[in-house]
């Protein structure tokens, strides 16, 4: 089992920047990659970025050059700096990690993140 808790989210304007956190807790040598992904008003859930246990990285290429996602493996925790904010950015953002052989899904509660005009 693992559990992650976000936190970081809130309202901004456009332009400004937040940054998101995730801890993960539990089994968490296990764990593969971790991702974020956030999901709008009546649209389907997608990736942002996502960092293997490596450190590769990819993004959406909604947020490239704006976003940065990064992990600190000792204290279990992932980032995810976001610069630059628009509108559309707006959503609630989703930790996720996979998880083994498998690549089972754990995801956090969410942290709604919402950037005004």
């Known amino acids: 089992q693992v559990q992650l808790v976000e936190s970081g989210g809130g309202l901004v304007q456009a332009g400004g920047s937040l940054r998101l956190s995730c801890a993960a807790s539990g089994r968490t040598a296990n764990i593969n990659a971790f991702g974020w992904y956030r999901q709008a008003p009546g649209k389907q859930r997608e990736l942002v970025a996502r960092?293997?246990?490596?450190?590769?990285?990819n993004y959406a290429d909604s947020v490239k050059g704006r976003f940065t996602i990064s992990r600190d493996s000792a204290k279990n925790m992932v980032y995810l700096q976001m610069n630059s904010l628009k509108p559309e950015d707006t959503a609630v953002y989703y930790c996720?990690?996979?998880?083994?052989?498998?690549?089972?899904?754990?995801w956090g509660q969410g942290t709604q993140v919402t950037v005004s005009s």
């Open positions: 960092v293997s246990s490596v450190g590769s990285t």
């Open positions: 996720n990690a996979k998880y083994g052989i498998m690549q089972y899904d754990y």
